[in-house]
C-alpha cells in the first residue's frame, strides 16, 4: 500500500492504463480469431473484410506501444498467408 499522496495517484493512473490496454489487446485476439474462422469455414469474402479489421487493431495496439513492431509484422503477415491460401 502506497504512503505518499503521490504514489497512491500514481497507482490509481496505472490501473486505469492498463485497464485501456486490456481493451485494445482484447481487440486484437478477437479479430485474429474471426479471420482464423472465416478462413476455416471458407468464407472469403468475410474472411478479407475481417483482415482489414484485424490490421487495423494490431497497428492501432503497436503504435501505442502495447506490442513490438516485429510481432504486429509476424501477426499480419501470419493472417495474409492464411487468407491468400484460401
Do not use: F, H, W
Not at 486505469?16 to 476455416?40: D, L, M, Q
Amino acid at each position: 500500500m502506497p504512503n505518499l499522496k503521490s504514489s497512491k495517484k500514481d497507482e490509481k493512473q496505472s490501473a486505469k492504463v492498463a485497464a485501456g490496454n486490456v481493451v485494445y489487446t482484447s481487440r486484437v485476439k478477437n479479430s485474429i480469431k474471426k479471420v482464423e474462422n472465416a478462413v476455416k469455414n471458407n468464407e472469403a469474402d468475410k474472411a478479407k473484410a475481417e483482415l482489414q479489421t484485424a490490421i487495423k487493431n494490431i497497428d492501432k495496439c503497436a503504435s501505442k506501444g502495447l506490442m513490438k513492431k516485429n510481432t504486429s509484422n509476424r501477426q499480419k503477415s501470419r493472417l495474409n498467408k492464411k487468407v491468400k491460401e484460401m
